[in-house]
């Protein structure tokens, strides 16, 4: 059974850097089947996808256009996790932000981190 | 982007009814499309993929149709713990999108 942990700080200050890890038991990152995405959930923007890092001989990201030029999405399979930094968040990059595998459906979801952007 | 556009917002129907949501995309998705349930707390948990999949452990009461732009999603006789929110999302082409979500409530 494929579960994920999500870790990092729920309180980040404007302009800072948010960064989160989601660990994975039960697959592996490096899996050629799947992709692994971060997503968030805010009341004003509903389910957003941001991001995803996959396997497939060679590394690739794809990320959302909203966010492309302060994201990263990073694999780590020496610890089989992998992470996301958002730069230089404001207030609207408050939000519950979700990891969760994508394998035919998003399933599993981490269990959800509310980040909130506040001085 | 694909727009994906859900209705209605919000339901409200009696325990054994038969229910129906709709998501139309502003595109063909074929059958890329997913449907999640999210409850209170909670993370979207994924219903049905591929359109009428239905995923490993999700009740036989859950039911998805269609292809192209519009999908649905149909809960054959409600029961109380069906109470949630329900999302589509597409997966034909980046970025992922997801329906606004149906509030639906138990009378």
């Known amino acids: 059974q494929v579960q994920l942990q999500q870790s990092g700080p729920g309180l980040v200050k404007p302009s800072q850097t948010l960064s989160l890890t989601c660990a994975i038991s039960?697959?592996?990152?490096?899996?050629?089947?799947?992709?692994w995405n971060w997503i968030r959930q805010s009341p004003s923007r509903g389910l957003e996808w941001l991001g995803r890092?996959?396997?497939?001989?060679?590394?690739?990201?794809d990320y959302a256009v909203s966010v492309k030029s302060r994201i990263i999405i990073n694999p780590d399979t020496s610890k089989n996790q992998f992470s996301l930094q958002l730069n230089s968040v404001t207030p609207e990059d408050t939000a519950v932000y979700y990891c969760?595998?994508?394998?035919?459906?998003?399933?599993?979801w981490g269990q959800g981190t509310l980040v909130t952007v506040s001085s | 982007d694909i727009q994906m556009t859900q209705s209605p917002s919000s339901l409200s129907a009696s325990v054994g009814d038969r229910v129906t949501i709709t998501c139309r995309a502003s595109?063909?998705?074929?059958?890329?499309l997913s449907w999640y349930q999210q409850k209170p707390g909670e993370a979207p948990n994924l219903l049905i993929y591929?359109?009428?999949t239905l995923q490993s452990g999700v009740p036989s009461r859950f039911s998805g149709s269609g292809s192209g732009a519009d999908v649905t999603l149909t809960i054959s006789s409600l029961q109380p713990e069906d109470s949630a929110t329900y999302y589509c999302?597409?997966?034909?082409?980046?970025?992922?999108?997801f329906g606004q979500g149906t509030k639906l409530e138990i009378k």
């Open positions: 969760a595998r994508d394998f035919g459906g998003l399933k599993p």
């Open positions: 039960g697959d592996s990152v490096s899996s050629t089947g799947a992709a």
């Open positions: 890092t996959y396997y497939r001989s060679r590394w690739y990201n």
């Open positions: 595109q063909s998705i074929s059958s890329y």
């Open positions: 591929g359109a009428s």
């Open positions: 999302q597409q997966s034909y082409s980046l970025p992922y999108t």
